[in-house]
């Protein structure tokens, strides 16, 4: 910024007059206060008190002797000692270690070698089954756990029928590869978006370059295409072994009956299930995991910081031309469709059709038990309906309320002069590194602190308030992501006009850019939406009966083996899910250019 240029406009130079008549406007300062200023460092202290306060509260209860709530407090670091020497944690360490690398290997199995089929090469139906790899994204974990049990389950209908055909089930779905296949399938949809975004926007001069040299189609892949993934690959491996780690619904829906615990379930069987839980051991334990997911976090941006060797996007690039593999298309072709049946269609389609049946076995035929029986349970009983009703809430709150955070945050982040501009875009990343499940713990260690008859502590606690806040601080990084990427797109020099003409930062926004970011604010809404309906782990330790969700819901029935209303749930929760990303889909359709 030039000496003569501030944050209400340009000055005029000395001896120079302005070029209209009319003095450039005045804005009432607050407090003495710019309004521009107030609104940035207002940004900066909500995200900063956003971050902390899960944090806090853990880190402390982590190295004192003794519940927060209570007087006479001594520093100690005996709850790090006595959670290694409890018995059983080693192998919690060890079995969420093979998760991890398992789902990682996985995700990026499936995920990558599609990418470059759907994009770079002639895949027959390549524009359908890339839409298609996209449906696990809408789902949540935990429904598509219920669904996979319903069909793969050691009961379920297609074990059922490969035992009959061939006399065993060659797969355990209550195991650790059973469980990282299940969270590969779901987690692979990002990894695909992260890989297909990048290629589409590559530049073929290098391809080009390599056919040329007369390399055929395949090596072109492996020798060029591929490498110059690694980027986006890296990314989504750090995301995808650090979102393992916290996934709760899977492990606790395939481990319970097997005894397998991971970190989550060990968080959430002596936290929330236990009697009288170690409030000093659990919080040694999410440290630990906070320690793991920020260290993961900081060696991403290492191994990112020589990104710049990956750049293949120039000026006049050209559009890239579809490789052409002969045969191995429809082997591609092929292996897209078993992933889209087989790891999502066909364990929904179960679940959605266990919700219209009393009974769901292989040894009856259930069309003779056709009913609306499930449905009607779900409407008849007020809690249930709550829960539906409060998830809706929730989610269309949270997605406005998210959205307006984040737009102010991009807008201080990506166009302004304030100082510590930087710092708000580090604080909206920051929610990536704290896992869900570590979420609900802090804020509810948070909430407890407040005072209980104080106006704050009455609003939050235990009720959805207080689940909105939790879900929306774990959405604000898909919010600000989804309108950043759009922000780059529009020229600095609208703004600066408007400034230059007198108007300040908050003028140039509210009368230029926000009307041009109407589209990607309706975008982060329909992606915060999606986001906050499919998030319930964090919701166990903070809500209240008055303030379930359609997820705890589900898992509270799901243990009461009423499989009838949580399939009822989960198609309910599905059909408000699609009927949004299609309401969503034509109007970002009628939106395209913005």
Same mark, same amino acid.
């Given at each position: 910024m030039s000496p003569n240029q501030t944050e209400e406009g340009v000055r005029p130079a000395a001896g120079t007059?302005?070029?209209?008549?009319?003095?450039?406007?005045? *804005?009432?300062?607050?407090?003495?206060?710019?309004?521009?200023?107030?609104?940035?460092? /207002?940004?900066?202290?909500?995200?900063?008190?956003?971050?902390?306060?899960?944090?806090?509260?853990?880190?402390?209860?982590?190295?004192?002797d003794r519940p927060l709530h209570e007087t006479g407090q001594i520093f100690t670091l005996g709850n790090f000692a006595a959670l290694f020497s409890e018995a059983g944690f080693g192998e919690v360490i060890l079995n969420t270690a093979v998760l991890a690398v398992l789902t990682t290997v996985l995700t990026l199995v499936i995920a990558v070698p599609m990418a470059v089929l759907v994009v770079r090469t002639a895949l027959p139906f390549g524009q359908v089954l890339g839409l298609s790899m996209q449906w696990p994204f809408y789902i949540s974990s935990l429904i598509l756990g219920f669904g996979w049990i319903t069909m793969y389950g050691p009961a379920g209908f297609v074990s059922t029928e490969v035992r009959e055909l061939i006399g065993f089930v060659p797969w355990n779905l209550y195991s650790l590869p059973g469980m990282a296949l299940t969270e590969a399938v779901a987690l692979a949809p990002v990894t695909y978006v992260f890989c297909a975004n990048a290629l589409r926007q590559a530049d073929a001069a290098l391809e080009s370059a390599a056919q040329v040299c007369g390399a055929k189609p395949l090596r072109i892949i492996f020798t060029v295409v591929v490498p110059m993934l690694r980027p986006p690959v890296v990314y989504a491996t750090i995301l995808t072994f650090s979102t393992s780690i916290e996934s709760l619904s899977v492990p606790l829906l395939y481990g319970t009956s097997t005894n397998i615990r991971v970190f989550s379930t060990f968080l959430y069987t002596?936290?929330?299930?236990?009697?009288?839980?170690? *409030?000093?051991?659990?919080?040694?334990?999410?440290?630990?995991?906070?320690?793991?997911t920020f260290g993961l976090v900081f060696l991403q941006a290492r191994v990112l910081?020589?990104? $710049?060797?990956?750049?293949?996007?120039?000026?006049?690039?050209?559009?890239?031309?579809?490789?052409?593999?002969?045969?191995?298309?429809?082997?591609?072709?092929?292996?897209?469709t078993i992933y889209v049946l087989f790891g999502a269609a066909i364990p929904i389609?179960?679940?959605?059709?266990?919700?219209?049946?009393?009974?769901?076995?292989?040894? $009856?035929n259930p069309f003779r038990t056709l009913t609306l029986d499930n449905y009607a349970d779900i409407f008849s009983f007020d809690d249930y309906v709550r829960s539906i009703t409060n998830s809706l809430t929730v989610a269309v709150v949270g997605a406005v309320a998210v959205s307006a955070l984040a737009l102010i945050a991009v807008i201080v982040a990506r166009r302004s002069t304030f100082r510590f501009r930087r710092a708000v875009?580090?604080?909206?990343?920051?929610?990536?590194?704290?896992?869900?499940?570590?979420?609900?713990? !802090?804020?509810?260690?948070?909430?407890?602190?407040?005072?209980?008859?104080?106006?704050?502590?009455?609003?939050?606690?235990?009720?959805?308030?207080?689940?909105?806040?939790?879900?929306?601080?774990?959405?604000?990084?898909?919010?600000?992501?989804? +309108? /950043?990427?759009?922000?780059?797109?529009?020229?600095?020099?609208?703004?600066?006009?408007?400034?230059?003409?007198?108007?300040?930062?908050?003028?140039?926004?509210?009368?230029?850019?926000?009307?041009?970011?109407?589209?990607?604010?309706? !975008?982060?809404?329909?992606?915060?939406?999606?986001?906050?309906?499919?998030? *319930?782990?964090?919701?166990?330790?903070?809500?209240?009966?008055?303030?379930?969700? +359609?997820g705890t819901t589900m898992l509270v029935l799901w243990t009461e083996g009423q499989t009838g209303s949580v399939a009822a749930l989960a198609t309910l929760q599905i059909a408000i899910t699609a009927a949004v990303v299609a309401v969503a889909g034509r109007f970002m359709k009628g939106h395209a250019h913005a």
């Open positions: 007059r302005p070029s209209s008549s009319l003095p450039p406007p005045r *804005y009432r300062r607050v407090l003495g206060v710019d309004r521009s200023r107030l609104l940035q460092y /207002a940004t900066l202290v909500v995200l900063a008190v956003l971050v902390v306060a899960p944090i806090a509260p853990i880190l402390y209860q982590s190295v004192i002596n936290g929330l299930e236990s009697i009288s839980p170690d *409030y000093g051991v659990l919080g040694a334990a999410s440290m630990i995991i906070l320690v793991v910081t020589k990104a $710049q060797r990956f750049i293949s996007v120039r000026g006049k690039a050209t559009r890239p031309r579809r490789l052409e593999l002969g045969w191995v298309k429809w082997a591609g072709a092929v292996l897209v389609l179960g679940l959605v059709f266990r919700s219209f049946t009393l009974v769901f076995t292989p040894m $009856q875009e580090y604080l909206a990343f920051a929610p990536q590194a704290i896992p869900g499940i570590i979420v609900g713990i !802090g804020f509810f260690w948070a909430f407890a602190l407040l005072p209980h008859s104080g106006p704050l502590g009455a609003i939050v606690q235990g009720s959805l308030v207080g689940v909105v806040i939790v879900f929306g601080f774990g959405a604000v990084p898909t919010a600000f992501s989804s +309108i /950043a990427s759009s922000i780059t797109q529009i020229g600095s020099e609208l703004d600066n006009a408007a400034r230059t003409s007198g108007a300040d930062w908050v003028g140039a926004f509210a009368r230029i850019l926000w009307r041009l970011l109407i589209p990607a604010f309706v !975008g982060a809404m329909i992606l915060t939406f999606v986001a906050l309906l499919k998030a *319930y782990a964090s919701a166990l330790f903070i809500a209240s009966p008055d303030s379930e969700v +359609i």
